[in-house]
């Protein structure tokens, strides 16, 4: 009988834990439309930093390497992104990443993970493509965008990551 009543309490006291967890509410009201990520990229953009990340350094070091494009006299890189899926971008001092000009895309526009850059000549030749992760997706109100460059050593299956770029850009317009 001892038994019998100590298992029913277990059962009881199992039934009484598990009990509330098994009845949530019912999420009310609507998330509303998803942002159109396409608006969200055009305008022009202006780099706030550039930053570094040795992904063999056990410690994942990371260097500021802005001076490069911003001495602070200069206007930094900029890059601007029209509504006809056109793209330019200038620069005074450091790399272009990017490619003067060109057309841009992305890997799937209702779900981007990357922004494709198709660059071409100043005669409208096709020149190259470049593909680069974004950090994040932009909101036509965010004024806040970071794309990532994954430097690759060696090409094909056996190619490894050995540098990371993490460039930042302010929205100006």
């Known amino acids: 009988m001892k038994n019998f009543i100590k298992?029913?309490?277990i059962k009881v006291l199992l039934v009484a834990l598990v009990a509330p967890t098994g009845c949530k509410p019912e999420p009310q009201?609507?998330?509303g439309e998803p942002f159109d990520k396409v608006a969200g990229m055009l305008g022009t953009w202006?780099?706030?930093t550039f930053i570094q990340t040795d992904l063999n350094n056990p410690i994942k070091e990371q260097r500021d390497l802005t001076y490069f494009f911003d001495d602070g006299i200069v206007t930094p890189m900029?890059?601007?992104f029209n509504e006809d899926r056109s793209y330019y971008s200038s620069?005074?001092?450091g790399r272009n990443y990017f490619g003067e000009q060109g057309v841009w895309g992305f890997d799937?526009?209702?779900h981007p993970s990357y922004i494709i850059?198709?660059?071409t000549l100043s005669d409208g030749t096709p020149s190259d493509t470049l593909q680069y992760e974004l950090g994040s997706v932009i909101r036509p109100f965010d004024n806040d965008m970071t794309i990532e460059y994954d430097r690759l050593c060696?090409?094909?299956p056996t190619a490894s990551s050995t540098v990371l770029y993490s460039i930042n850009f302010n929205r100006i317009n």
């Open 7 to 9: 298992n029913t309490m």
């Open 29 to 31: 009201g609507e998330l």
């Open 46 to 48: 202006q780099l706030n």
């Open 78 to 80: 900029q890059i601007t």
């Open 91 to 93: 620069l005074e001092i």
């Open 108 to 110: 799937d526009d209702n």
């Open 117 to 119: 850059l198709e660059t």
């Open 154 to 156: 060696g090409e094909g």
